[in-house]
């Protein structure tokens, strides 16, 4: 096994790439903490851990919070005795047009996806450096990396870029502390992200089908497709591997 008794914090682990992700390092031997702010979601994912045999926790909190940064990563110490591996998935995704985007809406996406992650790693370092290494794993986007014709994407865009300039900055300040730090961008990934897109619900699977032919590889992405190459950053597999940034997504920005 990969990561066996290695301890995993994943955030957003209640659904999408971040559910995917707990269930295949739990798999992997990882002992696994998943946070974010709906409890039941959290509680879906642990319990399919522990009926799978493996050892899980989750703690409730709101990474746009610094306070709330700090309580997740000492919840997760106390539960699980340490912290090996920073999974920074939690996201929103949320298309605004320019001349529509307000205060509120900006720094809701900016606090959450950016500031969100780079607190939790502020506060994940100082466990890693106890354990004498670690690794950070980033999930930014094809967004945070190219840009869209005609596209409503700039605040997320944003977001997401600061955290592929974030992943490189912090490889370099933690390497020396054999903490590794890489990032994923991942193109369309079927979740429930889309449902903030602000389509009705019943349109979603309809526009789904048309994001397939977006990628050259004919199809959009699966959370799974995601967690195996979180597993290879967080495992020793990618030992020589810090500031990476991967390109995951059928091909899109090979064009
Ligand atoms: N799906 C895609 O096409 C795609 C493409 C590129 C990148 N990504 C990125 O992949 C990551 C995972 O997204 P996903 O596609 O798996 O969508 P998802 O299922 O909606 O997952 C997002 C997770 O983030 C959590 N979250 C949101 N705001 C939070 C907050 N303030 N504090 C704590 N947790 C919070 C959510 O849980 P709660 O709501 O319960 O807090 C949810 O579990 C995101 O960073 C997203 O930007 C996704």
């Known amino acids: 096994m990969k990561l066996q008794d290695k301890i995993a914090l994943i955030t957003g682990g209640g659904t999408g790439i971040g559910k995917a992700t707990a269930l295949l390092f739990a798999k992997e031997g990882a002992i696994v903490a998943v946070a974010g702010r709906r409890e039941n979601k959290l509680r879906e994912t642990v319990d399919t851990v522990q009926k799978n045999g493996g050892k899980a926790y989750y703690v409730v909190g709101d990474i746009s919070k610094v306070c709330e940064t700090e309580k997740i990563v000492k919840e997760t110490v106390s539960n699980c005795g340490g912290l090996d591996i920073l999974v920074n998935n939690a996201g929103v995704f949320k298309g605004i047009k320019k001349t529509e985007t307000n205060e509120e809406e900006y ?27 670690g690794s ?33 900055t912090l490889a370099l300040e ?36 048309m994001w397939e032919s977006f990628h050259p590889i004919g199809r959009n992405g699966k959370p799974e497709d995601i967690a ?19 390109n995951l997504d059928g091909g899109v920005t090979a064009e």
């Open 228 to 246: 195996y190459a979180i597993l290879y950053f967080a495992s020793d597999d990618s030992s020589w591997a810090t500031g990476s940034i991967l």
């Open 136 to 168: 950070i794993v980033n999930i930014s986007s094809t967004l945070g990396i190219k840009g869209i014709r005609q596209s409503t994407t700039s605040v997320y865009a944003v977001s997401k870029g600061g955290i592929v300039m974030l992943t490189k």
């Open 107 to 133: 720094d809701r996406i900016m606090d959450i996806n950016l500031k969100g992650t780079y607190f939790m790693s502020k506060h994940a370092i100082p466990e890693m450096y106890k354990r004498g290494g």
């Open 174 to 209: 933690l390497s020396p502390y054999k903490i590794r730090v890489n990032c994923i961008c991942p193109a369309v990934v079927e979740t429930e992200i889309f449902e903030t897109l602000g389509i009705p619900n019943e349109k979603i699977p309809e526009r789904m089908k």
